[in-house]
């Protein structure tokens, strides 16, 4: 069973810069596509970035341009570097398979962005 471990979490002002870590306990290359997610407080969990085996990556419209998102099959890991980040960023970001979450769900790392 894979475990996903978030990290890279923080608080930092608007404008600033996180790079988030999502550490798989087994085997991720095999996985088509994954992504990263984030739930903001009395919100539903959204999709923020995902990126399939070959590289390919999609966003959401809110993080364009800000957010890249990559991943290292060979150290089970997908990273979510963001840049510019807004007050409306501020969420619980977690990592997990896409378009289906079939993975069991980390604890996230949290964001918060400070105005």
């Known amino acids: 069973q894979v475990q996903l471990v978030e990290s890279g979490g923080d608080l930092v002002q608007a404008g600033g810069s996180l790079r988030l870590s999502c550490v798989a306990s087994?085997?991720?290359?095999?996985?088509?596509?994954m992504g990263w997610y984030r739930q903001a407080p009395g919100k539903q969990r959204e999709l923020v970035a995902s990126?399939?085996?070959?590289?390919?990556?999609n966003y959401a419209d809110s993080v364009k341009g800000r957010f890249t998102i990559s991943r290292d099959n060979a150290k089970n890991a997908v990273y979510l570097q963001m840049n510019s980040l807004k007050p409306e960023d501020t969420a619980v970001y977690y990592c997990?398979?896409?378009?289906?979450?079939?993975?069991?769900w980390g604890q996230g790392t949290q964001v918060t962005v400070s105005s």
């Open positions: 997990n398979a896409f378009p289906t979450a079939f993975l069991n």
């Open positions: 087994g085997i991720i290359f095999s996985i088509e596509a």
């Open positions: 990126i399939n085996r070959r590289g390919s990556t």
